[in-house]
T-cell receptor, first 114, second 112 residues
């Protein structure tokens, strides 16, 4: 158990809809990262938050947004969903924003857009 | 743009054989991590290396950080079916604003 909790574990929705994925980081970790992983692909970095503020953006679509709340949990919002958005979405947290960053991953949310 | 190239992309070998997976870059990293991911699960951190030339051992797995901190290798001795998975390397450096730069992964299958 990594200590990172993601909900829901599975999500099936229709094209055009909007969903929210939730992540609770490990206790004490201030950094949260969101990743997308399509079938048999590597991890695509979407966005990072550190202590409530956006720290870095990766290949995140304009239809996607995220935020980190004062209690450090984070949400990833995906809107106007397309079939190609079907993927595993992972959240990771780390204690160190610099130096030897060690990321601890949640179990992921499997999103299926039909 | 910093890149981490992993090789091979795919490796299928028999139980008991040895193998090495490589993670190479033209950039210097302050630290490098190796993760293993099983299907449908999140990546799990195996090791972090921070010093050039550093060697770390985790049972049958040996990790090495290059002297120049630009590359790393993962060597598995006497591979077992339980070693099957996707192996990912990730590096962090000031040049990337301490973002984790990820390799594309090596898919390893160990056949009994």
């Amino acid at each position: 158990d990594s200590g990172v909790t993601q909900t829901p574990k599975h999500l099936i929705t229709a094209t055009g809809q909007r969903v929210t994925l939730r992540c609770s980081p490990r206790s004490g970790d201030l950094s949260v990262y969101w990743y997308q992983q399509s079938l048999d692909q590597g991890l695509q970095f979407l966005i990072q938050y550190y202590n409530g503020e956006e720290r870095a953006k990766g290949n995140i679509l304009e239809r996607f947004s995220a935020q980190q709340f004062p209690d450090l949990h984070s949400e990833l919002n995906l809107s106007s969903l397309e079939l190609g958005d079907s993927a595993l979405y992972f959240c990771a947290s780390s204690a160190n924003p610099v130096g030897a960053i060690e990321a601890f991953f949640g179990q992921g949310t499997r999103l299926t857009v039909v | 743009t910093q890149l981490l190239e992993q090789s091979p992309q795919f490796l299928s070998i028999q139980e008991g054989e040895n193998l090495t997976v490589y993670c190479n870059s033209s950039s210097v990293f302050s630290s490098l991590q190796w993760y293993r991911q099983e299907p449908g699960e999140g990546p799990v951190l195996l090791v972090t290396v921070v010093t050039g030339g550093e060697v770390k051992k985790l049972k049958r797995l040996t990790f090495q950080f290059g002297d120049a901190r630009k590359d790393s290798s993962l060597h598995i001795t006497a591979a077992q079916p339980g070693d099957t998975g996707l192996y990912l390397c990730a590096g962090a450096s000031w040049g990337s604003n301490y973002q984790l730069i990820w390799g594309a992964g090596t898919k390893l299958i160990i056949k009994p």
